[in-house]
């Protein structure tokens, strides 16, 4: 009896849920349709290489003969190629100059603009123009500033200093690159900050004044704690980001001198253009995206803990 009541109990809420599920993919059919494009966009240029690049990684790739499959040997080339390693201390190298040098300007200068009372657009302004600098631009100008006759070192010579080779020196080659790049991409992340500053309520700046703090005690104790998310996101995408530089080492040096600025994403389009070894160049990047994925599943899971 029990059995019989419990089954007419269920029979209208099943004659109720088809019905709204049908007026609901007929309401948004629509929408669903105006998202077809970009998934096809999506699937065709992002997952369809991503596929295509684990399958030719285990194949000796050849355009006119045809792909022959190896296993593992691409990857066995890989790890024992001594340039390999190279590439990857040049780029640690390079993500912790990018941190050291960079990550914390765009903070500053956030920070420095949402206490400014006056001129407070032009400053933004100011400091985006950079990003939207074209790379040819980009790199023509700063090549300029760091020839041994150009601007930054006549003002060196100036102050009676030696001048510096920062394009052919390999100390300062590194280096003069995370300059230029800090110089160019510190805009786009100084608006992010700057819109999450603003975002904080003034109420806990105004009880902090009323109790005595002073502008660091504020950044200290309000500022930097309200900003502690995003900041741990913007350092897993500076991580994942200057993983992938190689624009710049390619453009101004091609990864020299003495191969001090070839990066690990460099190598890859050298084995790849240069080499035609396709199939090395694929087992790359693939070490890489495991990589990568890695840093992106400890992101999630920090934010989720976060949460």
Known sequence: MNQTASLNETLPVQKETKPYKQNRWKKNFWG?????????????????????????????????????????????????DPDVWTAVKNTLYYMVLCLVIGFWVPIAFAIMISELR??????????????????????????????????????????????VSFLTDIKWSMISLV?????????????????????IPRDWYEAAEIDGAGVWARIRHITLPSLRNLIILMLILQ???????????????????????????????????????????????????????????LQFKLNKEDN
């Open 118 to 163: 006056r001129f407070g657009g032009f400053v933004r302004v100011a400091a985006y123009l950079p990003f939207v600098v074209p790379g040819v631009v980009l790199y023509g100008l700063w090549r300029w500033l760091y020839d041994p006759v150009g601007p930054i070192n006549a003002v060196i010579g100036s102050l009676g200093l030696t001048q």
């Open 179 to 199: 300059f230029m790049e800090t110089w160019q991409q510190f805009g786009s992340g100084m608006l992010i900050y700057l819109a999450a500053v603003l975002s």
């Open 32 to 80: 669903y349709m105006f998202l077809v494009p970009a998934i096809i966009i999506f699937v065709m240029f992002m997952w369809v290489p991503i596929f295509k690049g684990m399958m030719y990684s285990f194949y000796h790739v050849d355009f006119v003969k045809g792909n022959t499959f190896v296993g593992l040997d691409n990857y066995a080339r890989a790890l024992t």
């Open 239 to 297: 991580v994942i980001g200057t993983s992938q530089g190689y624009q710049s080492q390619m453009a101004l040096l091609d990864g020299g001198p003495n191969n001090t600025t070839l990066t690990y994403a460099l190598l890859m389009v050298k084995y790849a253009f240069t080499r035609l070894d396709y199939g090395t160049a694929t087992a790359l990047g693939m070490l890489m995206f495991i990589v990568l994925g890695g840093l992106g599943i």
